[in-house]
């Protein structure tokens, strides 16, 4: 008895061996751990200089016209690296017309913005600096506020050793790159792909497999879960105004093209359970509602109460360590540096 005993446990076992790396197998022809490393920028070489420059930039109120408004006020680094309001607010207290994004492992988006108007995180750092709803500055007024810190002055210069003049809009941008390519979280997920079984729950491997066999893979993939892609809104089933607004045609502001009215970026899930509210428009609160109004919307599946617990219960083990970042003490005003205006253009 004690031998059929063993025979039984040594082959449960081996199935539920077989079944983890089956699915693991599974999950890797559509998803991919994050890196160990601070991934290469394009044209932006990664330096410590450079990565401690663009956090002292990145937390400086006074890259905006009012003096009030940082890249951390729209990406709090506490928060899952977002505001967690229905959309943002900005420069005389202006609201925004979508919900903010996280920077938390944003470098490996395919573009940044939710129409993807911008390729890159250095190019998406000029756009929230000069918008008139958000920092309302201009990049003369940031050049001129940074070079009347005699300090800063100093951090470009090691950031941006080879140059004569180094302050200017192009290098805070691409230091604000540097240093929000460093926000990589690595996650439960990441260990389950790298082999370790035990970081995912039963019920996680199950909301993984109706993730992957639902199809909700097709769109949201790759290292970031998502992040790459363009897709209709609706593809199936158009969400109500309530939820899609329909002043907001996403891609199109950017492509003028039909085809591309109502279609947005494929959000990236790593930390989605930290982000709330969600879509574009930052109308849904609960995530299990997100999860099922998605699956109705573009799947054309009804997902009952316990399969969408299992696929939020998955979404759950994409929540990652953020790095520790020492908040920088920064340099003081001088007699040269603008003064703030809360003035609304």
Not at 66 to 90: A, I, P
Request: hydrophobic share 40%.
């Amino acid at each position: 008895m004690r031998l059929l005993a063993s025979l039984l446990c040594a082959t449960t076992a081996l199935v539920g061996a077989a079944q983890a790396d089956e699915l693991r197998d599974s999950a890797k022809e559509y998803f991919a751990p994050l890196p160990s490393t601070v991934p290469a920028l394009k044209d932006n070489r990664v330096t410590p200089e450079k990565i401690a420059l663009g956090k002292a930039l990145f937390f400086d109120p006074r890259i905006s016209a009012s003096g009030v408004f940082s890249c951390y006020s729209c990406h709090n680094l506490t928060t899952g690296g977002d505001d967690n309001m229905e959309t943002s607010v900005g420069h005389g207290w202006q609201k925004g017309p979508r919900n903010s994004p996280t920077v938390l492992n944003a470098v490996l988006n395919e573009a940044q913005f939710w129409d993807g108007r911008a390729e890159d995180l250095k190019a998406q750092a000029k756009g929230p600096v000069q918008a008139g709803v958000e920092m309302a500055n201009t990049p003369e007024n940031v050049v001129v506020t940074l070079k009347s810190m005699p300090a800063y002055g100093n951090w470009f210069k090691a950031a941006f050793p080879d140059q004569a003049d180094p302050v200017s809009f192009d290098n805070m941008a691409m230091a604000i790159e540097a240093f929000e390519a460093t926000l990589i979280t690595p996650a439960p997920f990441d260990a389950w792909l790298n082999g370790d079984d035990a970081a995912l729950s039963a019920e996680q491997k199950a909301g993984l497999t109706l993730f992957i066999d639902k199809g909700c893979s097709s769109c949201h993939s790759g290292v970031n879960v998502g992040g790459h892609g363009y897709y209709p809104f609706g593809l199936i089933e158009k969400p109500g105004a309530e939820i899609l607004p329909p002043g907001d045609k996403g891609r199109f502001a950017v492509t003028e093209t039909a085809d591309d009215e109502y279609v947005f970026r494929a959000a990236p899930l790593r930390n989605i359970a930290q982000t709330a509210p969600y879509f574009h428009s930052g109308k849904v609160w609960d995530l299990k509602v997100a999860v099922q109004i998605m699956a109705e919307s573009q799947l054309g599946e009804a997902l009952s109460d316990a399969e969408a617990d299992q696929v939020v219960a998955f979404l759950g083990s994409l929540t990652g360590a953020v790095p520790e970042v020492a908040l920088p003490v920064l340099p003081a005003e001088t007699a040269t540096t603008p003064r703030p205006t809360a003035e609304v253009r």
